[in-house]
Nanobody, 126 residues
Framework: QVQLVESGGGLVQAGDSLRLSCAAS????????MGWIRQTPGKEREFVAA????????YYTDSVKGRFTISRDNAKNTVYLQMNSLEPEDTAVYYC???????????????????WGQGTQVTVSS
């Protein structure tokens, strides 16, 4: 199974940028579709972005399209989330998650992701 460790969160102002990183270990990274999922207190987890194993297919939730970019470096076993033009509504704990998908299929269902990092807090002030 894969282990995931996120980094890169912090406190920024509206309009700023952040890049989240998620380092994977413990299994062959290219067996996994990778996703970023966020959660705020009292709300359900929201699927933000996903990328299939070779980066040929991506998904973004509507609220981040044009502002966030998901990418992966398979040589470094790392997935990234570049977040630009941040808004206060983006404030959340961001989790990196992995879905075992050797076929390359890309899922956007939270329940399909079996492996999760510890989360990193992103706070955007207005």
């Amino acid at each position: 199974q894969v282990q995931l460790v996120e980094s890169g969160g912090g406190l920024v102002q509206a309009g700023d940028s952040l890049r989240l990183s998620c380092a994977a270990s413990g299994d062959t990274f290219t067996r996994y579709t990778m996703g970023w999922i966020r959660q705020t207190p009292g709300k359900e987890r929201e699927f933000v972005a996903a990328i299939n194993r070779y980066g040929t297919s991506t998904y973004y939730t509507d609220s981040v399209k044009g502002r966030f970019t998901i990418s992966r470096d398979n040589a470094k076993n790392t997935v990234y989330l570049q977040m630009n033009s941040l808004e206060p509504e983006d404030t959340a704990v961001y989790y990196c998650a992995a879905d075992f998908s050797p076929s390359g299929a890309l899922s956007i269902r939270v329940r399909d992701y079996d492996y999760w990092g510890q989360g990193t807090q992103v706070t955007v002030s207005s």
